[in-house]
């Protein structure tokens, strides 16, 4: 096995720790507010039709784990592995990897059941090949040697450990902060360019609840940083971030030109509010089981799932923000719904079919485009900031 | 920037400072009259909504409370821009944010809005213990009057030597409070004097630089209060 870290008992289930709430009828008349616990035990404040919404999709996440079944059943336990296309393939398994990668697509849009995440996850996000790449004990090599360093990496996050969703009943224990620490701390070797980044800590601690095992978590975050997102999104002048959200504005110009003319006579930058959603992959912003779906795309189809995911947040409330006039409304509503969005499903639909194709060619042209501009923008800026200092100086 | 119709005003107001020196904290405390001891790390920045009540007036903050970590600075301009007033935080126990703070400052200035009212909250007054940034200069041999003991920390008296972070911000056009989002210490106060200083609020000109420690009691928050 992984050795000394892994494996550890991070195995706490959560779906059976909780119980199915029922409200009374009297709590439903009176509206009020309750407090429970998620699929993930995150709690959460809702009113009492989220809480049915909640029951709603854990009803939901059952009958989609009886499709995988059924599936499995009839092509194998490990069909959906299979989905790759090699040239070396004959044309008959060709077809077949062909006909497996569509149905693998249009189901992990619909949710990859919680238990089968791991795998799954591990596998299309390309993290198990990445992991077969390096020496078999690569993590527990690393993770020893940096365990006594101290760096500011290291610093900001032991800052960070009690900071990362307090209150949770695993991640916010002594063992839930180790676990994170040790992924983190050693990410932080592995790329010292990156070090530590605010908003890895959130995306790492989900990533710790799905995986189970910090090992695995780890790669998850290689993966992710290296191949999946675009480069230099967490690098230490944020540059990648800062040309996603460029590229974001023009497509919100594009894809929903009403409120983008309405935001930018309020002055509106989009990014005041989509800067948190791009950095902590929405998973400090959206409800766990929701940011899991939209991860679970993430890791099949790519990162433009992420403007296919804001944008359908805008689009979601296009009438009730085309009435407001206030920056302060306009951060109301879209907190309210990111909040509320408890129905994965409901966001993804807008995302899928209310926002139509973006080709990956067009995206990766934009960014391209953007590029020069975001570096010649942050070199201005120190440049600025360095005369400044030296004016102070004299 | 401060908008205003006759009695009532918008204001954008941001908090810049070092990482864990107490931004989210002195706006949960300020806006929801809470303090929580371990506060989420923000990312990008927060946003919250407050009014607070002027003389006869009202002034509805929106508050954008930022990321402290050093590379999310590249962010900070959109934040800042067109921002009627800022809150400069630092912790007083540790100098090094209060170095960061300096730079705050100094880029606001050259880069802010120039009419912006701002003001230097040294934050965590309530771990005096803890102190390095002084607050006041303290001659030798002089006995310090308080201590973490200290019930009422309201009743810190400044004295009449300029303290250090007291002078940085007379020199700089700032008001300076020392601030506890822990016990509320001063967190109310800061907002209604920025409040005060809003230019469409207050004709009269401005007196930036103007630092007001021992003045009368302010008029309260409107809904959060203090302990
Ligand atoms: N004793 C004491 N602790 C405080 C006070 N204000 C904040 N803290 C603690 O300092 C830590 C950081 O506070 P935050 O409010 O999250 O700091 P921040 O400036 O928002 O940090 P970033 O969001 O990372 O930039 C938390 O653990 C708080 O409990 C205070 O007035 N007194
Ligand atoms: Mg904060």
Not at chain 1, 238 to 250: A, T, W, Y
Not at chain 2, 18 to 27: E, F, P, Q, R, Y
Not at chain 2, 80 to 94: H, M, S
Request: proline content about 4%; hydrophobic content about 40%; glycine content about 4%.
């Amino acid at each position: 096995m992984y050795g000394t870290h892994s494996k550890r008992d991070m195995e706490i289930d959560y779906q059976s720790q909780v119980p199915i709430l029922r409200p009374s009828i009297h709590a439903r008349r009176a509206k009020i507010t309750v407090k429970f616990q998620d699929l993930y035990g995150f709690t959460v404040e809702g009113n009492v039709d989220d809480v049915n919404v909640l029951n709603d999709v854990r009803e939901k996440v059952r009958e989609q784990g009886k499709v995988w079944w059924a599936l499995e059943a009839s092509k194998g336990a490990n069909w959906y592995l299979q989905t790759h296309i090699s040239s070396t393939l004959k044309t008959s398994l060709k077809f077949s990897a062909l006909v497996n990668a569509i149905t693998l697509k249009k189901l992990i849009r619909k949710g990859i059941p919680p238990v089968l995440r791991p795998k799954v996850w591990f596998s299309l996000s390309g993290a198990a090949k990445k992991k077969s790449t390096a020496p078999e004990s690569y993590y527990e090599d690393l993770t020893k040697a940096v365990q006594d360093k101290v760096t500011p990496a290291t610093k900001q996050i032991d800052h960070d450990l009690p900071r990362t969703f307090p209150g949770h009943p695993w991640l916010d224990t002594a063992e839930g902060h180790a676990a994170l620490r040790r992924v983190l701390v050693a990410y932080s070797f592995r790329d010292s360019d990156v070090g530590y980044c605010q908003g890895l800590n959130y995306v790492a601690a989900l990533l710790l609840l799905v995986m189970k095992t910090e090992e695995e978590a780890f790669w998850m975050i290689a993966v992710l940083l290296e191949n999946v997102l675009v480069s230099d999104c967490y690098n230490k002048n944020l540059s990648g971030c800062h040309v996603e959200q460029r590229v974001f504005k023009d497509l919100l110009t594009k894809k929903c030109p009403r409120i983008a003319a309405h935001l930018d006579a309020l002055e509106f930058d989009v990014s005041l509010v989509c800067t948190e959603w791009f950095l902590c992959l929405f998973a400090k912003s959206l409800p766990s089981e929701t940011t899991l779906r939209v991860w679970d795309v993430l890791f099949n189809e790519g990162a433009n799932l992420l403007f296919h995911v804001a944008l359908a947040i805008f689009k979601m409330n296009e009438e009730e923000l085309l009435t407001v006039h206030h920056v302060g409304d306009v951060i109301h509503i879209i907190q309210r719904c990111t909040h509320q969005l408890f129905d994965p499903d409901d966001l993804l639909t807008v995302a899928f079919d209310q926002i139509g194709f973006m080709t990956t060619t067009t995206i990766s042209r934009q960014r391209k485009k953007q590029e020069p501009a975001v570096m010649a923008e942050l070199d201005e800026r120190l440049r600025r900031l360095n005369s400044i200092n030296a004016g102070d100086e004299q | 920037m401060a908008t205003s119709g006759n009695k009532n005003m918008n204001a954008k107001l941001v908090l810049l400072g070092d990482v864990g020196a107490g931004k989210s904290s002195l706006v949960l405390r300020f806006v929801k009259g809470q303090f929580i001891e371990f506060q989420e790390s923000t990312i990008g920045a927060a946003f919250f909504s407050q009014t607070v009540a002027v003389n006869d007036a009202t002034v509805k903050f929106e508050i954008w409370d930022t990321a402290g970590q050093e590379r999310y600075h590249s962010l900070a301009p959109m934040y800042y821009r067109g921002a009627a007033a800022a809150i400069i935080v630092y912790d007083i126990t540790n100098q090094a944010s209060f170095d960061r703070a300096k730079k705050w400052v100094q880029e606001l200035q050259a880069q802010g809005n120039p009419n912006m009212v701002m003001a230097l909250a040294g934050n965590k007054a309530d771990l005096i213990d803890a102190r390095k940034v002084a607050a006041e200069v303290i001659p030798l041999g002089t006995k310090l009057k308080y201590s973490s003991s200290n019930q009422d920390m309201s009743k810190i008296v400044v004295q009449d030597r300029k303290p250090e972070a007291q002078t940085y911000a007379e020199e700089n056009g700032l008001f300076f409070m020392e601030t506890s989002a822990k016990t509320a210490l001063n967190v109310n106060d800061v907002f209604s004097e920025i409040a005060k200083r809003l230019p469409r609020l207050q004709p009269a000109q401005n007196p930036s630089g103007m630092v007001l420690m021992d003045r009368p009691a302010q008029t309260p928050a409107t809904a959060s209060c203090c302990s």
